[in-house]
């Protein structure tokens, strides 16, 4: 059974930085991850993508603050620096093959809760 779990979130002032984790178990091997966002009446959205060699593509809206990283096989990070209100939202991965991560299909976790306030 795959099983994704996100941590990191958290409340944070305008300017500040957090950094978001996502490990995911019961894969057989090291699968593309992607990073959304579902900010209160709005649509789910995709963040970042990063691939099985560690390359990740941004969202315009946050390109230049957010880095995506890989650690073990199934281990992502999400580094979002200069956070800005309009960030605040449930962040959540995904994984599986590429063409559903992209999609938002796959496999998900629970998410965590990211709040950029003053």
């Known amino acids: 059974q795959v099983r994704l779990v996100e941590s990191g979130g958290g409340l944070v002032q305008p300017g500040g930085s957090l950094r978001l984790s996502c490990t995911a178990s019961?894969?057989?091997?090291?699968?593309?991850m992607g990073w959304y966002r579902q900010a209160p009446g709005k649509q789910r959205e995709l963040v970042a993508v990063?691939?099985?060699?560690?390359?990740t593509t941004y969202a315009d809206s946050v390109r230049g603050r957010f880095t995506g990283s890989r650690g073990s096989a199934n281990t992502v990070y999400l580094q979002m620096n200069n956070l800005k209100p309009e960030d605040t939202a449930v962040y959540y991965c995904n994984t599986g093959v590429w063409g559903d991560v992209v999609a938002g299909r796959g496999y998900w976790g629970q998410g965590t809760q990211v709040t950029v306030s003053s």
């Open positions: 990063i691939a099985i060699g560690g390359t």
């Open positions: 019961g894969l057989f091997s090291a699968n593309p």
